[in-house]
C-alpha cells in the first residue's frame, strides 16, 4: 500500500474512513514510520485547535432566550401562509396542545388524500363515462382504504404537484368552517340531515360547538413550462413532464361538511365530522393510463407508496386515507355491518375512526381509546 | 373532513408544522455554532431567527432534512460573518473617533478568570479571522461536532476532500495562534 495523503490520515483521527479503508492504513501505518509521524503532527495539531474552539465556549445554558417564544416570532414574521394554516384553529379557539397536535394529524392525513385523490383520479380504469370522449373520466368515493405513508413525502408529493402547473383554489377563499347556531341550521346549510353521537365518552361536554364548510371545487392544470422550470430548479433529472399533458386537469369536488367539536376547550375534546364524498374528474390530450403512470413517478413518491396505490383494485371507488407510518397503527373493525378503519396513536395518545357508509363519509377522534371512539360511532344518529 | 376542502391551507399548515420540527430540533445547534463565531449570546439569537426567518421563506425546506441543515447552517455561517464585518466596521469607526477600545467579547463571572479567558478566546478570535471563510467554517462546523457529510454538504465540497481541507485549515490556524 502507498503512503496516504494528509486529508485520508486526518479523516482517519476522526473515524470518518470506511472501515475497510481505515483497517488498510491502520495496517500500513503499523509498517510506515513516516506516515506515522504525520499522523502525529496531524493529532498534536488537533489537540490544540481543539482546545483553543473549546475556549470559545458555549452559549451559557442560563442565558438563552425560551425557544418557544423565538419560534413564535419567526412564525409570526413568516407572513401570510403561516397565519393562514392557524386559521381553523383560531376559529375554535382553546385547543389543548393535544387536540392541535391530533387535528395536525388529521390535517397531515387529510392532506395526503387530496394528493391521493389526484393519484386515484388518473388510476381509473377507462370504463363506463370515463370511456366517454374527452378522455374525461370520473371518481366516486365509495370505500375507504388505508395507505401507509410517510408524512413528509406527502408534503413533497403535494409541493412537486403544485410546482407542475396551477392549482385554482380560487373557489375556496373565504371559505372556512363557519360557526353556526345550532345542529338544525347546519343541516339546513350542508344540505343533508347532520347526525349526532348519542352516546359520549364521559367527561365529555354534551352541547358541541357546530361549523358547516361548505362545498367547494379545487382544480389543478398542468402547465408544462412551469414543470420544466421547476424541475430544473430543483435538479431533477429523473423525472419529466411529456408535451402533451399541457393543459391536462385534474377536478376535485369536495361537498359541504358539517363539525362538531365537543367539549372544544377541555383537555378531551371531541371530534365529529361528516361530509359527502369527495369526487373528481379529469380532462385533458391524454390518456388515463399515461396520467397514472406520470403520477405515480412523481420523483417524491417513495416505491412502497406507489406500490400499495397500484395494488388498488377499484380504483374509481376507493378513497386512499394515508396513515403516518411508524406513527399510528390501523385495523379494519365492523360496526353494524358497515367496514370502519381505526386509526391510533402508537402513542396511545388517541385516534380517529372513519368510515362510509350511504355516500357519506364519517370521521370521529380525539383523545380516546378505540372501544370509547367506536362507541360514540355506533351511536351516531 | 372538513380539512379536504382546504388545499392552500393544508399547505401553509404543513409548511409551518415542518417549520417548527426543524427549529425544535436545530435552532439549539445553530444558536451554537454563531455564538462560536460572534461571541456574544444576544447576536447570536439574533442571527439565528433571521436564519430561520429566511428558511421559512425559502422553498428548500421541502428538501430532505440533512439538505435543509445544509443550507440553515451556510446561511447562518453567511449572517454571521456579515455581522462580524460590520461590526469591525463599527468599531473601527468608534475608535477613530473616540478612541474606544471595546474587547469583541465579554464574559460573564470571576473577573480574573474572565480576563484570562478573554485573553484566550481574544487569540483564537484571532487566529480564526486570519483564515479564509471556508477554512473557518471547517474549524467551526467540526468543533460543534458536525460530522465530514454534514460539513461538506454546508460548505459545498465533496466529502472527500473534508480531510485535507480541515487538516490544512487546522495547520493554518495553529501557525497564526502561535504568532
Known amino acids: 500500500m502507498r503512503c496516504e495523503d494528509m486529508g485520508t490520515l486526518r479523516a482517519y483521527l476522526d473515524g470518518e474512513l470506511p472501515e475497510q479503508r481505515g483497517g488498510r492504513l491502520q495496517h500500513h501505518l503499523a509498517n510506515c514510520a513516516r506516515c506515522r509521524d504525520e499522523l502525529h503532527r496531524l493529532r498534536t495539531t488537533a489537540i490544540l485547535v481543539a ?17 418557544a417564544h423565538v419560534l413564535a416570532s419567526v412564525l409570526s414574521r413568516r407572513g401570510n401562509p403561516a397565519a393562514r394554516g392557524r386559521r381553523l384553529n383560531s376559529t375554535f379557539g382553546g385547543f389543548s396542545m393535544f387536540f392541535r397536535k391530533l387535528v395536525r394529524q388529521h390535517r397531515l392525513a387529510l ?14 380504469t377507462p ?18 382504504k388505508v395507505v401507509t405513508v410517510d408524512p413528509s413525502e406527502v408534503s413533497k408529493v403535494i409541493y412537486d404537484l403544485s410546482q407542475l402547473g396551477l392549482v385554482d383554489a380560487s373557489q375556496l377563499r373565504g371559505m372556512n368552517p363557519s360557526p353556526v347556531a345550532s345542529v338544525a341550521e347546519a343541516s339546513q346549510r350542508a ?24 362545498a367547494s371545487t379545487l382544480s389543478f392544470t398542468f402547465d408544462i413550462a412551469k414543470a420544466k422550470a421547476h424541475l430544473a430548479k430543483i435538479g431533477e433529472t429523473g ?28 383537555t378531551k ?30 420523483p417524491g413518491l417513495s416505491p412502497t407508496t406507489a406500490a400499495q396505490l397500484t395494488a388498488m383494485d377499484d380504483w374509481a371507488n376507493t378513497l386512499p386515507i394515508p396513515v403516518p407510518k411508524d406513527r399510528a397503527k390501523w385495523q379494519e373493525r365492523e360496526v353494524d355491518g358497515v367496514k370502519v378503519l381505526v386509526v391510533s396513536d402508537v402513542s396511545a395518545l388517541g385516534g380517529f375512526v372513519i368510515w362510509q357508509k350511504d355516500s357519506f363519509i364519517y370521521g370521529i377522534g380525539g383523545p380516546f381509546g378505540e372501544q370509547e371512539l367506536l362507541n360514540v360511532a355506533r351511536s351516531l344518529k | 373532513m372538513v380539512y379536504v376542502a382546504q388545499p392552500v391551507d393544508i399547505l401553509a399548515g404543513d409548511a409551518e408544522d415542518r417549520l417548527e420540527a426543524i427549529f425544535n430540533d436545530h435552532h439549539e445547534s445553530i444558536v451554537s455554532l454563531l455564538f462560536r463565531l460572534l461571541g456574544g449570546r444576544e447576536e447570536a439569537e439574533e442571527q439565528a431567527q433571521e436564519a430561520f426567518i429566511r428558511l421559512s421563506k425559502d422553498r428548500v425546506i421541502w428538501r430532505p432534512r440533512e439538505e435543509v441543515l445544509a443550507w440553515l447552517r451556510r446561511v447562518a455561517l453567511n449572517l454571521g460573518y456579515n455581522a462580524l464585518r460590520s461590526r469591525r466596521r463599527e468599531l473601527a ?19 480574573e478568570a474572565s480576563a484570562l479567558q478573554a485573553e484566550d478566546i481574544g487569540r483564537v478570535r484571532n487566529a480564526l479571522a486570519q483564515l479564509e471563510p471556508r477554512q473557518q467554517a471547517c474549524l467551526m462546523l467540526r468543533y460543534s461536532g458536525l460530522s465530514y457529510r454534514e460539513i461538506a454538504a454546508t460548505i459545498r465540497v ?22
Open chain 1, 239 to 266: 423525472f419529466s413532464v411529456p408535451a402533451k399533458f399541457d393543459g391536462a386537469k385534474l377536478s376535485l369536488h369536495v361537498p359541504s361538511a358539517v363539525l362538531l367539536v365537543y367539549g372544544q376547550s377541555s
Open chain 1, 191 to 214: 344540505g343533508f340531515p347532520v347526525k349526532q353521537p348519542r352516546s359520549l365518552p364521559s367527561g365529555v361536554p354534551t352541547e358541541p360547538v357546530v361549523a358547516v364548510k361548505a
Open chain 2, 93 to 111: 469607526r468608534l475608535q477613530r473617533h473616540a478612541r474606544l477600545e471595546e474587547p469583541l467579547s465579554r464574559s460573564p463571572g470571576d473577573p
Open chain 1, 269 to 298: 375534546p371531541l371530534l365529529v365530522g361528516q361530509a359527502g364524498a369527495p369526487s373528481g374528474e379529469v380532462s385533458g390530450n391524454v390518456t388515463l393510463s399515461e396520467m397514472r403512470d406520470l403520477l405515480l413517478r412523481m
Open chain 2, 158 to 179: 465533496a466529502p472527500t476532500s473534508v480531510g485535507t481541507l480541515l487538516a490544512r485549515a487546522e495547520a493554518a490556524f495553529r501557525a497564526n495562534y502561535k504568532e
Open chain 1, 51 to 67: 482546545q483553543g474552539m473549546a475556549a470559545l465556549g458555549d452559549v451559557p445554558a442560563t442565558a438563552r432566550v425560551p425557544e
Open chain 1, 111 to 124: 392532506a395526503g388524500t387530496l394528493a391521493m385523490l389526484a393519484f386515484i383520479l388518473i388510476g381509473l
Open chain 1, 127 to 144: 370504463q363506463g363515462q370515463a370511456a366517454a370522449s374527452n378522455f374525461l373520466a370520473q371518481f366516486r368515493a365509495q370505500k375507504l
